[in-house]
């Protein structure tokens, strides 16, 4: 074998046998991945609970969880071993079958969301299709306005996302990631963050859906406030368009809830979920509140190979259960509220966000970036969504303890960040100096 080639027994066991490996790796990735992440920060070979390992064998503590994702932290056993025995004995049928997880996974999921009868649920497998699945519901909403206009815009907020495939990316705000990709799908409006009267404005009877995060997760953690949603409910209802609130990292426990909703006691039209849904294992869900907007999409209108298959939808009902039986959402609340709580007495942190284990704050200068750097020289993974902010999306299980680590940790690893930022910004000395 040459060198450039590993076979799959040692890809999974390589670093684990060969330390000292992660620079070799780094630069083959570099060399096979298409560059549309950047470089990796550390290459990741083996996890326990809230603990990672790197090719060099380092540790961290994982206080972002594959971005709100590995809701039971990594190799949960229980999960693991559901997942190890489902495809041992069904991996994956054809939508012309279906199979008993299938089934409930979706009743499960409907009984968590307390919807009413007539509800559905429609298995993707990411966030993203999802809610290319939701964009073609809200395209169902199609009755024209007493007027004869016809319904065809669909609201979305400034700060939105909602994933990277072509409708998905027409519901994001951000114009770095869709303008190198227009034309996008048309007659998407972005509205200003939290602003009732431009809600009330725009919203008419020409007006398909509006679609909301609960809690912008990509923006910096930023929590809709609980009358923006209760009246935008209000004002859907009342124009007859949609609600469809994107739960893709907000839901499954999250935040304290099941849903990150249900702490304004609404009820949506429809509600997007992946990233923790599956406990690491790709899943996405569309649910469907009530039967008539459930009626929307009829037989052949929407489908994919791989939606609902029977490892995913296992692996969905083993992490559901396993957060049922752990009393893991009281875990998220209690820890979260700690950290949240102990995040607004340090020196250089400004404004502290979030429900339950989604956390966001800002820092007192344009320096997230090196914070995560020197927080990964130290042994914690946590991620910057913007230049002045951290975002922390932990496991669900993370203690007081192991988020103590990082709080001990934090004010060191800002002061370092701080001064290395001041260096380089002093290294680069604006165009006029003399
Ligand atoms: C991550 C995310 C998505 C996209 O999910 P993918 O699985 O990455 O496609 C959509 N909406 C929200 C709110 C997200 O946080």
Redesign the pocket.
């Known amino acids: 074998m040459s060198t450039r080639e590993t076979s799959i027994e040692t890809a999974a066991a390589a670093a684990l046998v060969d330390p000292a490996k992660g620079q070799e790796w780094l630069q083959r990735y570099s060399d096979a991945l298409l560059g549309v992440f950047g470089t990796p920060q550390r290459v990741l070979v083996r996890g326990a609970g809230c603990l990672v390992w790197d090719a060099d064998g380092k540790q961290y503590l994982d206080l972002l969880g594959g971005?709100a994702v590995n809701a039971l932290g990594h190799a949960h056993p229980f999960v693991t071993s559901v997942i190890s025995s489902q495809l041992a004995t069904l991996g994956h049928v054809s939508n012309f079958f279906t199979s008993p997880t299938q089934v409930a996974l979706a009743e499960k999921l409907l009984s968590l969301a307390g919807a009413p009868a007539g509800s559905k649920v429609f298995f993707a497998n990411?966030?993203?299709?999802a809610?290319e699945a939701a964009f073609k519901l809200a395209r169902r909403n199609s009755a024209p306005s007493h007027d004869g206009k016809p319904r065809t815009r669909i609201l979305a907020l400034e700060g939105g996302?909602?994933?990277?495939t072509m409708g998905?990316l027409a519901l994001t705000s951000k114009q770095a990631y869709r303008a190198p990709f227009e034309p996008l799908p048309g007659g998407v409006e972005h509205l200003p963050f939290n602003d009732l009267q431009a809600l009330e404005a725009a919203l008419d009877e020409t007006v398909a859906a509006v679609v909301l995060?609960p809690i912008q997760?990509?923006a910096g953690v930023r929590p809709l406030s609980m009358s923006y949603l209760q009246k935008a409910r209000e004002l859907t209802s009342k124009a007859g368009a949609l609600l469809i609130l994107?739960e893709?990292?907000t839901g499954v426990g999250r935040t304290g809830r099941w849903f990150a909703h249900q702490a304004s006691g609404i009820t949506p039209d429809a509600m997007?979920l992946?990233?923790g849904l599956g406990g690491g294992f790709p899943i996405?869900a569309l649910v469907t509140f009530g039967s008539e907007v459930s009626a929307l999409l009829t037989p052949g209108q929407h489908g994919t190979t791989f939606g609902g298959n029977p490892v995913a939808t296992a692996a969905a009902l083993a992490t559901v259960h396993a957060l049922e039986a752990g009393a893991v959402l009281r875990n998220a609340d209690d820890v979260g509220s700690f950290l949240r709580g102990a995040l607004a007495e340090v020196d250089a942190v400004e404004d502290v966000r979030g429900e339950g284990l989604l956390i966001g704050f800002d820092l007192d200068g344009d320096y997230s970036a090196e914070a995560v750097k020197e927080a990964l020289e130290r042994g914690f993974i946590i991620n910057a969504p913007a230049p002045r902010t951290l975002r922390l999306a932990p496991p669900l299980v993370l203690t007081r303890a192991e988020a103590q680590t990082f709080l001990d940790a934090l004010p060191g690893i800002l002061d370092t960040a701080r001064y290395t930022h001041e260096q380089n910004t002093a290294a680069q000395p604006p165009e006029d100096s003399a």
């Open positions: 971005i990411s966030g993203t299709e809610v996302f909602h994933g990277r998905a995060e997760g990509e994107d893709v990292q997007t992946a990233k996405g």
